[in-house]
C-alpha cells in the first residue's frame, strides 16, 4: 500500500454502494438521503449520466444563505456542475492533489465514461492510515526479525 497506487485500491475498503439523486428531485429529497446513508455527497444522475454533485457545501451556500426552501428548491439548481472525475488508475496522491487544489472532498470515479464509484476525502485518509500502519508492522516485524525471508 502506498499512495501512488491507484485510487481502485482504496476503492476496495469501501461500501461500493453509489447514492443517487435525479436534477429534478427536490434538495429536501438530497439531504434526507445524505443523511439516512451517512454521506456528504450524493451524484446526480440523469439514467446512467453523471450531471452534477450535489453536497452537503452545496446546500449551505446555495439554500440556507439564500433563504431558498429545501422542499421547493430543486436540486439542478443548487448542485456543482463542472464537477472533477478521476479514473480508477489516478493515483491516491493525484485524487488528494485534485480534491486540495480544487477545495472539494468528493471525487466521482468513471471508468469509460461509466460511474464506478465515489471517493471522498475521508475514504483517502482512511486508506493512508492502513498504508502506514501496514508500513509499521513490516518495520516492526524486520527489526524483530519476525520477517519472512
Known sequence: MEISDPVSTAMHHKSRELWRITPDSTVLAAIQL?????VGALLVMEGDTLVGLVSERDYT?????KGKSSKGTPVSEV???DVS???P???VEKCLQIMTEKRI???PVLENGNVVGIISIGDLVKWIILAQNALIDQLDHYITGA???
Do not use: G
Open 79 to 81: 448542485m456543482t456542475v
Open 105 to 107: 472532498r468528493h471525487l
Open 147 to 149: 520477517y519472512p525471508a
Open 85 to 87: 472525475c478521476v479514473t
Open 89 to 91: 488508475e489516478h493515483s
Open 34 to 38: 445524505m443523511s439516512d446513508k451517512n
Open 61 to 65: 451556500r446555495n439554500v440556507v444563505l
